[in-house]
C-alpha cells in the first residue's frame, strides 16, 4: 500500500510551494499534493507517443478507473474504448 498522503512531506522539506507542470496520471498523487496546500498549475497527460504499444492495455484501465484523462479525451473513455484495448501476445 502507498501512502500518498506522506509523499507531500518531502516537498514541503525542499521549500516547494508551487508546481508547474505535474506529468502524472495519478489523482491519489494529485491530491496529496494540493491537499497539502501545494498549487499544482498544470496537468500534463503522457504523450501517447511516450507510451509504448504494450502498455496502452495498462494506461487505458487506468483511465477508465479514474486516473488523470486529458479533457479532450474524456467523451472517449467508456466500456468500448477498454474492450478496444489490447496488449501483447503469449508469444512475444
Do not use: C
Not at 509523499?7 to 521549500?15: E, F, I, Q, S, V
Amino acid at each position: 500500500m502507498r501512502f500518498q498522503e506522506l509523499m507531500p512531506d518531502a516537498l514541503h522539506w525542499l521549500g516547494i510551494t508551487k508546481i508547474d507542470k505535474l506529468i502524472s496520471m495519478s489523482d491519489m498523487k494529485y491530491n496529496a499534493i494540493t491537499g497539502s496546500g501545494i498549487k499544482v498549475l498544470e496537468r500534463v497527460p503522457i504523450p501517447d507517443d511516450m507510451i509504448p504499444a504494450d502498455a496502452h492495455v495498462e494506461i487505458d484501465a487506468k483511465m477508465y478507473a479514474g486516473y488523470y484523462v486529458p479533457e479532450e479525451k474524456r467523451a472517449i473513455i467508456n466500456d468500448d474504448f477498454v474492450k478496444q484495448s489490447k496488449g501483447r501476445g503469449l508469444d512475444a
